[in-house]
T-cell receptor, first 113, second 114 residues
Framework: AQSVSQHNHHVILSEAASLELGCNYS??????LFWYVQYPGQHLQLLLKYFSGDPLVKGIKGFEAEFIKSKFSFNLRKPSVQWSDTAEYFC???????????FGTGTRLQVFP | DVKVTQSSRYLVKRTGEKVFLECVQDMDHENMFWYRQDPGLGLRLIYFSYDVKMKEKGDIPEGYSVSREKKERFSLILESASTNQTSMYLC?????????????FGPGTRLTVL
């Protein structure tokens, strides 16, 4: 079955630290890849997405993610986090032959000033 | 801006009650989705619809049904609510037929079944 793994369940960082959240998926075909973010009390919103082309994609608020096809990974990065980045982050995969979006279990990020 | 609204932010129901969760989107999107969000489990797809009166089961449809009589509205129905259906329910919509297109989410309904 298709699945998405986010191995970091809870990450705690100080402001200005660098961030990398892991995301791996299990699907052998072509996929679209997404990172969504849910700030406290707010609805899920898109951070960035990958469809094709340059495997390094840039999103909002200084986030970026790199698609490494050989590793089935789409890790999220930010060089310097801010307190306002405190949120839950979800990786999601949409195989090309389906309408479904398969979510990972989420990573809760806490950033302390 | 796409807007997805859900009828209630918080709902408390008793076991055995019939529960309706309503979702409305204002962008003429073809596709609409219902998920439940539970700690440590992420979002799991319950049902989705790609057109009026059309529906497809997601990964966890048991105990739920849906209705899409109008393009902008997608309802989730719990025929007989049970305590294990206590959860956050999220509705989403997506335009077009490509899975590349972004899903837009509503604010969620936190349902508690006593």
């Amino acid at each position: 079955a298709q699945s998405v793994s986010q191995h970091n369940h809870h990450v705690i960082l100080s402001e200005a630290a660098s961030l990398e959240l892991g995301c791996n998926y299990s699907y052998g075909g072509t996929v679209n890849l997404f990172w969504y973010v849910q700030y406290p009390g707010q609805h899920l919103q898109l951070l960035l997405k990958y469809f094709s082309g340059d495997p390094l994609v840039k999103g909002i608020k200084g986030f970026e993610a790199e698609f490494i096809k050989s590793k089935f990974s789409f890790n999220l990065r930010k060089p310097s986090v801010q307190w306002s980045d405190t949120a839950e982050y979800f990786c999601a995969v949409s195989p090309h032959n389906t309408d479904k979006l398969i979510f990972g279990t989420g990573t809760r990020l806490q950033v302390f000033p | 801006d796409v807007k997805v609204t859900q009828s209630s932010r918080y709902l408390v129901k008793r076991t055995g009650e019939k529960v309706f969760l309503e979702c409305v989107q204002d962008m003429d999107h073809e596709n609409m989705f219902w998920y439940r969000q539970d700690p440590g489990l992420g979002l799991r797809l319950i049902y989705f619809s790609y057109d009026v009166k059309m529906k497809e089961k997601g990964d966890i449809p048991e105990g739920y049904s849906v209705s899409r009589e109008k393009k902008e509205r997608f309802s989730l129905i719990l025929e007989s609510a049970s305590t294990n259906q206590t959860s956050m329910y999220l509705c989403a919509s997506r335009g077009g037929t490509s899975g590349y297109n972004e899903q837009f989410f509503g604010p969620g309904t936190r349902l508690t079944v006593l």
